[in-house]
């Protein structure tokens, strides 16, 4: 009986049915990760600018370091098909990315463009964060908008 079912298994995933998703766990992992480093960094730098958070040069230079390192990491690997919302559980990233890789990529780079314009910013002095702040958020939300689908 269990070898019956063994094969029946094994048949059903050779025959390579929609059924039997892939692990992507590892890929969201990452990708949201990253998201997060983004998220924790951008909250340390607002929160300076709001004076919620005491500022120093060496920890605003050091958030926006990692804006940038972060910008730096190769996407591709992050992001195989059929990793959307509309094939796995656990991510909102709409399926539109993989219509849309020249546009995905192009916004991701005004995100390290704009975390570039921070890394300048960041140790001049709490007043200097704001403005790099808001383009930054500017390039997380238009990506947010395009693709990526509401919490449920
Ligand atoms: C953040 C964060 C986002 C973006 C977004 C900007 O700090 O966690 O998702 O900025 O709110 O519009």
């Not at 951008?42 to 940038?68: C, H, R, S």
């Not at 591709?76 to 993989?98: C, L, N, Q, V």
Request: include cysteine; hydrophobic fraction near 45%.
């Amino acid at each position: 009986m269990k070898k019956t079912f063994a094969t029946l298994a094994a048949l059903a995933m050779l025959s390579g049915t929609a059924a039997y998703a892939q692990d992507f766990s590892a890929q969201l992992k990452a990708r949201q990760g990253q998201f997060r480093i983004m998220a924790i960094n951008l909250g340390i730098l607002g929160g300076m600018a709001k004076g919620e958070v005491e500022y120093t040069a060496e920890a605003a230079q050091a958030a926006a370091d990692t804006l940038v390192a972060v910008s730096m990491i190769q996407q591709g690997p992050h992001w195989p098909a059929g990793s959307s919302e509309m094939d796995i559980d656990g991510t909102r990233a709409k399926a539109e990315i993989w219509d849309n890789l020249p546009d995905v990529l192009d916004k991701w780079a005004k995100f390290g463009e704009a975390a570039k314009v921070m890394q300048t910013a960041a140790g001049e002095g709490p007043a200097s964060i704001g403005p790099a702040l808001g383009q930054m958020g500017g390039t997380c939300k238009a990506c947010h908008d395009a693709y990526r689908a509401p919490a449920s």
